[in-house]
T-cell receptor, first 113, second 118 residues
Framework: EAQVTQNPRYLITVTGKKLTVTCSQN?????MSWYRQDPGLGLRQIYY???????DKGDVPEGYKVSRKEKRNFPLILESPSPNQTSLYFC????????????FGPGTRLTVT | AQKVTQAQTEISVVEKEDVTLDCVYE???????LFWYKQPPSGELVFLIR??????QNEISGRYSWNFQKSTSSFNFTITASQVVDSAVYFC???????????????FGKGTKLTVNP
C-alpha cells in the first residue's frame, strides 16, 4: 500500500531533550516536506527536500533540523525542544514539484513540557 | 509573497444545505497551483483537487464543485446537499512555480471548519 508513515504518532517530552520524528514513504517520491499545524494558524511548512542531500527551509525552520540521506526517509530533528514546539506535525511527499498533490502522513502529536 | 486567505473560520449548516467555502489567494507569479485538502475529525489530510493557473475551467466531482476565478483571485469550493460526513476542516493551499516550472513551497490558508448537523 502506497503510504507515508510517521513515528511516533504521539510523544510527550521535556524541554531540552533531543528527539527525532521519523518519516518514510514507499512511493519513490522525490519531494518530501514537513509541516506543523497549530490552532488558528493552519499548516506551516518547516523544511522541504527536493531530492537526496537537498534540503531547504520553509516558513518556520527555527529550532528544527532535517536530513535526507535516503530517498524514502526524511526525519525531523528537534535538538533542544521547547514548549512552543508543541504541535501536530505532518510529513508529506509528492512525485516531484510542479504542482503535484502531496501525500500526507498520519501526523505526530508532540507535547513539550 | 504568496498568501492564502480563508475568511470563514467556522461554518455550520444543516444536512442537505449547499455550502460554499471561500478561498482568496495572492501571488505575483503567472504560473501557480491551487489545492483543496480535507481534514476530517480523525486528523488525516485528504487531497481533494488541484488546479493550475492556466486552467480556469470549473470542476465538478459528485457533490463537490470548484469555481476558479483569476479575475478575483479566488478558488471557492461548494458542497451541494451537504452530509454529516462532510464535517471537517477544509484547507485551501497555493504553490508557486519556480524558474524550472517546479515548486517548493506549499502555503496553506488557516482552514474553514465545516459542521454539518443532522
Amino acid at each position: 500500500e502506497a503510504q507515508v508513515t510517521q513515528n511516533p504518532r504521539y510523544l510527550i517530552t521535556v524541554t531540552g531533550k533531543k528527539l527525532t520524528v521519523t518519516c518514510s514513504q514507499n512511493m519513490n517520491h522525490e519531494y518530501m516536506s514537513w509541516y506543523r499545524q497549530d490552532p488558528g494558524l493552519g499548516l506551516r511548512q518547516i523544511y522541504y527536500s527536493m531530492n537526496v542531500e537537498v534540503t531547504d527551509k520553509g516558513d518556520v525552520p527555527e529550532g528544527y533540523k532535517v536530513s535526507r540521506k535516503e530517498k524514502r526517509n526524511f526525519p525531523l530533528i528537534l535538538e533542544s525542544p521547547s514548549p512552543n514546539q508543541t504541535s501536530l506535525y505532518f510529513c508529506a511527499s509528492s512525485p516531484w514539484t510542479g504542482g503535484y498533490e502531496q501525500y500526507f502522513g498520519p501526523g505526530t502529536r508532540l507535547t513539550v513540557t | 509573497a504568496q498568501k492564502v486567505t480563508q475568511a470563514q473560520t467556522e461554518i455550520s449548516v444543516v444536512e442537505k444545505e449547499d455550502v460554499t467555502l471561500d478561498c482568496v489567494y495572492e501571488t505575483r507569479d503567472t504560473t501557480y497551483y491551487l489545492f483543496w485538502y480535507k481534514q476530517p475529525p480523525s486528523g488525516e489530510l485528504v487531497f481533494l483537487i488541484r488546479r493550475n493557473s492556466f486552467d480556469e475551467q470549473n470542476e465538478i466531482s459528485g457533490r463537490y464543485s470548484w469555481n476558479f476565478q483569476k479575475s478575483t483571485s479566488s478558488f471557492n469550493f461548494t458542497i451541494t446537499a451537504s452530509q454529516v460526513v462532510d464535517s471537517a476542516v477544509y484547507f485551501c493551499a497555493l504553490s508557486e512555480a519556480n524558474a524550472q516550472g517546479g515548486s517548493e513551497k506549499l502555503v496553506f490558508g488557516k482552514g474553514t471548519k465545516l459542521t454539518v448537523n443532522p
